[in-house]
């Protein structure tokens, strides 16, 4: 059974800095596309940002580009995000996903398999 577990989330500060864990439990994860979304409360889930199977391409939204890190330790099975500067409009649930395809996707409908979620709470 294909099983993303996320982990990192929280309550947090205007400022300050969280980072979102997601571990995959097949090792063939590693050559596939990652990515993680958001969706806040009466808001479609949205992407967050996303990276290739090597680590050397990257993709984030414009509304987190220059805060939001996203990275991937293969040996690991772990793909990370690192939110800094975060702000109360970062408030959501943030989900891992995969798309099991070699280029970055952007659509909720190109990825194949998705975590449960971790909620990500920033205050004024």
Known sequence: QVQLVESGGGLVQAGGSLRLSCEASRRDFSSYVMGWFRQA?????????????????????????????????????????????????????????????????????????WGQGTQVTVSS
């Not at 996203?70 to 702000?87: E, F, G, H, P």
């Not at 970062?90 to 409908?109: H, L, P």
């Open 41 to 113: 409360p009466g808001k479609e889930r949205e992407l967050v940002a996303a990276i290739n199977w090597s680590g050397g391409r990257t993709y984030a939204s414009n509304s987190v580009k220059g805060r939001f890190t996203i990275s991937r330790d293969n040996a690991k099975n772990t793909v990370y995000l690192q939110m800094d500067s975060l702000k109360p409009e970062d408030t959501a649930v943030y989900y891992c996903a995969v798309s099991t395809t070699f280029t970055i996707k952007t659509r909720v409908d190109e990825y194949d398999y």
